[in-house]
């Protein structure tokens, strides 16, 4: 630690005495009538202070001027330190110590390194611990170590910390360590990552390496009130209906893996089916005799947290870890210990849903295939689970990357099969959003596909007001293409 800006003021230019001496520092400028001491006993018995205190009684051999001759070896409880910088007191009360505390079967040479450094007398720390055999000299003082070592672990502590340690194991089976952070609101369902003063991570965000942030549990599955599922199915159209049907079919039969995707423009009420998909499954694993409600059978996903909180879900990348700039680079593989807790947790993994499935690029979806095929061990397509994809492709195009169905280059067109063409098709076609006024509904689907026709365009039109009618219109919602058009927007008061 840097000492403070007054003292440094005050130092030659060249001065390198910058530091605030440490425990260590102190402890091998202590004096010789301390040269049995360890460092435990020095750290927990005993203050270093700039000045002796008045009543403090000085040790007979220190090279104080002032010191005085004592006959009383138990009367001396001040040391005068080698450097002169100070002054080493007794205490009256023992402190607690804290140390790193390596263990034996995990790191055996700072283990040894460790009980020579606390409970073996040292003064040169390049000589008498860097360079020597820590083993060998651990068994060579052994008996002194371990009787001085008793003074500070006690059994009963050791037994606790063995329990503690099986717990932390435990409860890290239950856990998933990862790389990315994201964000963590108020413990929410998606409990991704920490928001904190983390320093970003050039090779991270280029997937040449994984995070080592933890990522946390997956939300337990939420099954909504019957009277509510009843409502949500009696509202399905036709098609909805059909769909949600077939794909109960393929799950009680659940020898066939499928690939659907879901099309459908604005207003056709894709959240509404995702929501009814989702529902139905979960209620069925969840009356099988045995089943445990906290298994994840389906889940729900997007590829950005706006969307994944519409439908419930969580991120592709915090799911699956995945980098957050493709950088068209190999995607980096999951640590074993990593890939083998997220596969506990969805080894019983029987359908993925992901919505707006038109932001997920070439890339991304090549990942998200790498990355399943990983956690379960097996090298079918998105890791042997089923996928029902949603979107509508006149929305929101990937970033940096090409459509789903584009090959990135002409190279992949040689070496690689399109996930893509596994995928069947399944439309939306019945507008949900604006059933009771079809005209204006057909008109918005026209103008999403730029196929309006003159009685579309004149319809919208007939929406258009004039300024002078502003006044009357002050709860209005105003849209804009950019910024600047919103400062010189007529105030509805004016």
Sequence with gaps: MLKSDEILQKLEPDSKDVFVEGLIDMYVNRPDEMKDVCLADFASLYNVSKRKADNAPI????????????????KITAFKMKNGKGWIKKRTKKKIIRYRYFKLHQDPENYYREQLMLFLPWS???????????????????????????????????????????????????????????????K??????????NEGDIFVEMGLKTQTEKVEHFNVPKVIPDTEYQQMMRT?????????????????????QFFHFINGGAGVSKSTLIKAVYQ???RFYISLPGSNPETIRTAVYAPT??????????????FLSLP???????????????????????????????????????????HVDARLQQIMRTKKPFGGISIAVLCDFNQLRPVGDKYIFQFNNSYNTL?????????????LTEIMRQKDDKTFAIALSNLAKGTMTAEDIQLLKSRIVSTENLETMGDAIRIFRTFSLIDGSPSPTQ
Excluded at 126 to 149: A, C, M, P, V
Excluded at 305 to 318: P, Y
Excluded at 415 to 427: A, C, I, K, P, R
Aim: glycine share 4%.
């Design 324 to 366: 957050v700039n493709q950088c068209k680079h190999k995607l980096v593989q999951l640590n074993s210990d990593i890939s083998n807790t997220i596969g506990v947790k969805l080894k019983d993994l029987q359908l993925l849903i992901v919505d707006e499935i038109s932001m997920v690029g070439f890339t991304m979806f090549q």
């Design 124 to 186: 040169n720390e390049e000589e008498d611990l860097l360079y020597i055999n820590h083993e060998e000299t651990f068994e060579l003082h052994k008996d002194l170590i371990q009787q001085k070592r008793s003074e500070y672990v006690h059994r009963e502590a050791s037994e606790f910390e063995k329990a503690f340690e099986e717990h932390m194991e435990r409860e890290n089976e239950n856990d998933i360590h990862d790389t990315n952070i994201e964000y963590d609101q108020d």
């Design 59 to 74: 040790a007979e051999n220190s090279d104080d001027e002032d010191a005085t001759e004592n006959e009383n070896d138990e």
């Design 280 to 282: 139905s499954p979960l």
């Design 188 to 197: 929410n369902e998606f409990l991704i990552y920490e928001i904190g003063n």
């Design 305 to 318: 947290g706006k969307t994944a909180a519409l439908v419930d879900g969580m991120t592709l990348h915090s």
């Design 415 to 427: 070496v690689d099969s399109s996930l893509w063409s596994l995928f069947e098709l399944f439309e």
């Design 236 to 256: 399905l159209n036709n098609n909805q209906r059909k769909y949600t049907l077939n794909v109960m079919n393929l799950i009680k039969n659940g020898d066939k």
